[in-house]
């Protein structure tokens, strides 16, 4: 392939720009670059939400995975894929930060603007992270990913301390809305593989599609999936609807003519995304908590970037504030480990 040496990263942007569509063209565009800055950051649920007290820390940028909805699409300045160089500058500063407070569980991901494992065959990062990690009492690393590149993660010392999970969808919507990612039997065989070394796994139905037949398609999705993966090593289930900006619906009618993500009816929300209206948030989350413990009774199963009232009207039991939910995620990380 071809290489060169740039000033900064900024400097693809005319040439890409160029491109009838800078979205694709950047994701055959890698950027090995350092990360200016700090590396640790609070997770950007915020306002009427309960969130979960998660950190993020990112190794790369962008993703040159292919999700219609993909929020990056329209958040990112630069389409160019993005990996960072100094690892061991985020290692050092996450080591300090959770030695600082030894009383305290950090959980930490590395899935926010990129997916965690889709590069880590090129780039053999989590060798390095998943040791590093299992050497501290008090954190957990969760690495998400739509991927089935799980290779690296055989053999490591991981001490308990990572957790492998999969943002998944129903098989329609893997299959036509999220493009050039693992198939949704693809991610089961991974988390069925990761198991097997001993990991605990989660999964992220985020987001959930709201569309004629959903309710079939969901089921059978949640039905395959306890019936692949032993559900006393999934740590959590977490589960979110669709939303994006109005400037990110047209992105995707104009880049994705095909896709049925901007047809749902939407209503302005917190941040002032669009998102469905409650009440079909509300029932989704309902049935889907429904199936998921009717498969597995005890599994963990919370609500992400939603407000009081939707946890209200769509589970039986509520955390009482964001610290109530940290705490009981905090515990289970603790049990599992």
Not at 192 to 205: A, D, I
Not at 281 to 310: D, G, S, T
């Amino acid at each position: 392939m071809p290489v060169r040496t740039i000033e900064d990263v900024e400097s693809v942007l005319p040439q890409l720009n160029r491109s009838s569509d800078a979205h694709a063209s950047g994701k055959h565009c890698l950027i090995l670059a350092r990360h200016l800055g700090r590396f640790l950051k609070g997770c950007p649920g915020a306002g009427a939400e309960i969130c979960c007290n998660y950190f993020v820390v990112n190794l790369a940028s962008n993703c040159h995975l292919e999700c219609t909805y993909c929020f990056l699409q329209a958040y990112l300045n630069n389409p160019a894929l993005v990996v960072y160089t100094n690892v061991d500058d985020l290692l050092e500063e996450v080591r300090l930060k959770v030695v600082s407070a030894p009383d305290r569980m950090f959980r930490i991901g590395t899935g926010e603007i990129s997916d965690s494992l889709a590069l880590d065959g090129i780039t053999r990062y989590s060798r390095r992270l998943v040791p590093s990690f299992g050497s501290l009492s008090n954190v957990v690393l969760e690495l998400k990913t739509k991927s089935d590149h799980v290779a690296n993660l055989e053999g490591l010392e991981h001490r308990g301390r990572t957790i492998v999970s999969w943002s998944m969808n129903s098989r329609r919507i893997t299959r036509e809305e999220e493009l050039k990612t693992a198939s949704f039997e693809e991610r089961l065989n991974a988390a069925r593989r990761c198991q097997g070394w001993g990991y605990t796994v989660g999964f992220h139905f985020d987001p959930l599609i709201h569309y004629p037949g959903w309710e079939r398609d969901y089921r059978e999705a949640v039905e395959e999936l306890f019936h692949a993966v032993d559900p006393s090593r999934i740590a959590w289930v977490s589960l979110g609807s669709l939303r994006f900006t109005g400037h990110l619906r047209e992105i995707v009618r104009a880049r994705f003519p095909r896709s049925r993500i901007p047809n749902g009816e939407f209503v302005p929300g917190n941040h002032g995304k669009l998102r469905y209206f409650r009440p079909i948030r509300e029932e989704m989350y309902a049935r889907m908590r429904e199936w998921i413990h009717r498969a597995a009774p005890n599994v963990f199963v919370y609500l992400c970037m939603e407000n009081r009232a939707a946890w209200e009207n769509s589970f039986e039991v509520v955390p009482r504030n964001t610290e109530d939910l940290s705490d009981q995620m905090d515990t289970l990380v603790r049990i599992s480990s």
